[in-house]
């Protein structure tokens, strides 16, 4: 399934995925074969992939330790989980966990030809595809919800309570925060938030707890940074390059 409608663009969004692979042409087929993901090659000869609605773009890096443990979760949404865990049986996943959510709602979690762990979530007609859900993990969900919230002003539902969850700045992604599961510490699975001004998010990171890691100036020309939050997760900031 594929959407020819451009990307939201807008300030908190996320919007790009960098994911470890062992060898880039046998993820990016997998992912496109499984996910219905569009694959592109781009003026360098890196490969790159939009997501099943268009919206989340992203690439595969060679030499990055993989995400074998669920710290930091990402998650897809398909149209069935049950035909989706053939394919990806075939494909030679590994199937991690299997859970019912009640109704018709079912997630799962796999690997990838990287051996990477991430998720998938049964939403029928939602954009097969689609990447959907991030899951941070937390030592107290109010405090890093809070950060996320003053940094990246993100709405929160259930505020107060150990079910609080996110939109992102577009209404894309959503998520939660998570207890009881190890932080991402290193930029394996690296997930980057669009930002309108990274210097001023750099700032905002720092006076409420968190740590920036990479400074703006290291992915030159591209304006990008990464940062810790208050919990150890390491995620990334990206700037859309003037037009």
Known sequence: MSNKKGPTLGNGKICYIEIPAINVEESAVFYRDIFGWS??????????FDDGI?????????GRKPSTEPGLMLSIMVDS????????KASGSKIVSEMALGGDQFIAWFTDPGENVLGIY????????????????????????????????WPLRD??????????GVGVVSGMWTLDRKPSPEPGLLIY????????????????GGRIIQPIGMDAPEITARFSDLFGNVLGLYQEPAS
């Open 122 to 153: 049964q939403h029928p007609g939602g954009g097969h595809g689609k990447i959907c859900y991030l899951e941070i993990p937390a030592d107290d969900i109010d405090k890093s919800a809070g950060f996320y919230e003053a940094v990246f002003n």
């Open 39 to 48: 694959i592109r090659t781009r003026g360098d000869g890196s490969m790159a």
């Open 54 to 62: 268009n919206e989340v773009s992203g690439t595969w890096v060679l």
């Open 193 to 208: 938030i669009m930002m309108d001004d990274v210097a001023a998010s750099v700032n905002a990171i720092t006076a409420n």
């Open 81 to 88: 989980v049950a035909e989706t865990l053939e394919a990806l």
């Open 159 to 168: 505020k107060g309570t150990e079910n609080v969850a996110f939109d992102d």
